[in-house]
């Protein structure tokens, strides 16, 4: 799993950074989503801005867009990758999202082996 890597791993600041591309979406490279209140507006109509935290196709696009970033980015250890998951379960939208979308896939594997009769 790629993430910030060095004393940055470390930091309880958000890190943003733009990933390269056709949209340039700013995203955090910690795992979490820095949530902000703001005025309502057309663009924040419930007066919250979001920066998600960055997805690893967002962290290998900055990666390769911009090879110096490898001194910041990188792969974690596997203590590192735990802790990560933590905190996108706890605290990120898109983690928390594809959890729910995974879930009654594992239920339905789950149901399938349950209900295989076993060969005595």
Known sequence: MLGLIGALNYSKLNQFDVVPGANCQKVN???????????????????????A??????????????????????????????AAKESLKASCLWYQEQLAKEQ?????????????????
């Open 29 to 51: 490279l910690q795992p979490w989503d820095a949530v902000s209140t703001v005025e309502v507006s057309p663009k924040y109509p419930n007066g919250i801005k979001r920066i």
């Open 53 to 82: 935290a960055a997805t690893q196709e967002q962290f290998q696009a900055i990666l390769d867009a911009i090879p110096e970033k490898s001194q910041i980015i990188g792969t974690l250890s596997v203590e590192q990758e735990r």
């Open 104 to 120: 009654p896939l594992k239920e339905e594997i789950k149901k399938s082996f349950s209900s295989t009769p076993t060969k005595q």
